[in-house]
């Protein structure tokens, strides 16, 4: 019979996998090896004949949990599809992979044990799809239950909450820091914290329960100078712009959005500012949004190249590969425009996760906005008034208004300042 070799786990893995109790809640902040632990929990029931149900809130998470389990048990592996995301043991295991963005997942399937991943992030309608769909596939088994997650908010309506503070609903809560694993080297947890506002870093880290709705989320004297924007460079690299457009439905026109972009790698001059936000607009689509706007947004890019000396000039437009973004960037291709996709993977990403990756850049100062942007104003949807700065310095983490609300200019703001000081994908 062919063997598995089980991932060792760190001191406070192990505590949480043993861990009295049914049903447990493991709410620990990130790298510390949430997803780790539950694959080599179900990895375990599935090569002892078990049935496994692991349950995420979208699929990019499902893919990556599919991948790390089909890896661990691999020699035993008596049948997989990807497609499907099912894996069966020559033991006579089972392991069903499902979003929770259906409904339906889980329902009429029996399971041994069952993992919600990053239930946090889950859609608000998650209790019930536990209520109807997810729990009742316990009960032929006496199943047990494994909730992990980063805390998202101090938010007593999300179920992740509840599990880790509702004890009517008798999970077991496990708690521990990034820090406690002790394979994350103890400086890189330094230079995280001085580099992220300290809110996301209670969060994301020491995976507390922050309450983000008394404040908004970015500080504009984080892009200011002593209160005050900073003048259009004289000199830099190159200049980029980073295009959201999306059909959304609701009321009228859909916006599109755009910001232009200054980028300084040589931060030895002009005064240490690395991104520099130019401009922006913001307007209703209508027909002649592809003969008129774009062309003149393209022509916008090469004023400012000149404007700033840029050694590079214009890079180019970013766009989301999205809805009307993926027709954009079809005519792109035909009319010869310089654009180009933004990465899947930090699409894929939720709007708090996009503003959380972008905010370490902007506490950290490297980001301003030139006086022409903060002074502009525009007309959209009938106000006349600094949409990016409403936009921007209204947005709320885990607001449960944030479908309602406005937000293309700052999803432009989170991509651009991601792009252009992250990495390669833009983290």
Request: glycine share 8%; hydrophobic share 40%.
């Amino acid at each position: 019979m062919p063997k598995i070799t089980l991932p060792t786990l760190h001191k406070g893995q192990q505590e949480a996998f043993w861990l009295p109790g049914r049903n447990k809640v493991i709410r620990c902040g990130r790298r510390w090896g949430k997803s780790v632990m539950a694959g080599v929990w179900v990895a375990d029931g599935a090569a002892k004949g078990m049935r496994c149900g692991w349950f995420t809130p979208d699929y990019k998470i499902m893919k990556e949990a599919w991948r790390e389990v089909h890896s661990i048990l691999e020699p035993i592996i008596a049948k997989s599809s990807e497609t499907d995301k099912i894996i069966t043991t020559v033991t006579g295991g089972l392991i069903e992979f499902w979003t929770l963005e259906n409904e339906r997942a889980g329902r009429s399937r029996k399971y041994h044990r069952i993992v919600l991943d990053e239930i946090a992030f889950a859609k608000d309608n998650v209790e019930q799809i536990w209520d109807t769909a997810i729990e009742p596939t316990l009960l032929d088994y006496a199943g047990r239950c494994l909730a992990l997650s980063t805390p998202n908010g101090d938010n007593p309506d999300n179920f992740f909450w509840k599990l880790c503070n509702d004890p009517k609903l008798k999970f077991v809560e496990y708690h521990a820091p990034t820090w406690s694993n002790p394979y994350i080297p103890p400086e890189e947890i330094e230079k995280l914290r001085a580099k992220k506002p300290p809110k996301v870093f209670k969060q994301e880290f020491a995976a507390e329960f922050v309450d983000w709705k008394t404040s908004s989320f970015f500080k504009l004297t984080d892009m200011l100078v002593d209160g005050q924007p900073v003048p259009m460079p004289e000199k830099i690299d190159y200049v980029f712009a980073v295009l959201d457009t999306a059909m959304k439905g609701g009321s009228g026109n859909d916006g599109t959005a755009i910001i232009y972009y200054g980028v300084n790698k040589q931060i030895n001059i002009d005064g240490n500012i690395p991104l520099y936000i130019l401009d922006w607009d913001i307007v209703e689509i209508e027909g002649a949004m592809l003969e008129v706007w774009i062309p003149q947004a393209f022509k916008r890019l090469e004023y400012f190249a000149k404007a700033t000396k840029s050694r590079y000039g214009s890079v180019g437009c970013l766009i989301e590969d999205k809805a009307t973004g993926s027709i954009l960037l079809q005519q792109g291709r035909q009319r010869n425009w310089p654009t180009s996709s933004i990465d899947s993977k930090m699409t894929s990403l939720g709007k708090d996760a996009r503003a959380i990756n972008a905010s370490g850049y902007i506490y950290q100062q490297k980001v301003k906005l030139t006086q022409e942007a903060y002074d502009k104003t525009a007309v959209f949807r009938g106000n006349q008034r600094n949409h990016f700065l409403t936009q921007v310095f209204g947005f709320k983490l885990a607001d449960p208004e944030a479908n309602r609300r406005e937000d293309d200019l700052l999803d432009c703001l989170c991509y651009g300042v991601s792009i252009a000081l992250g990495e390669k994908e833009g983290f």
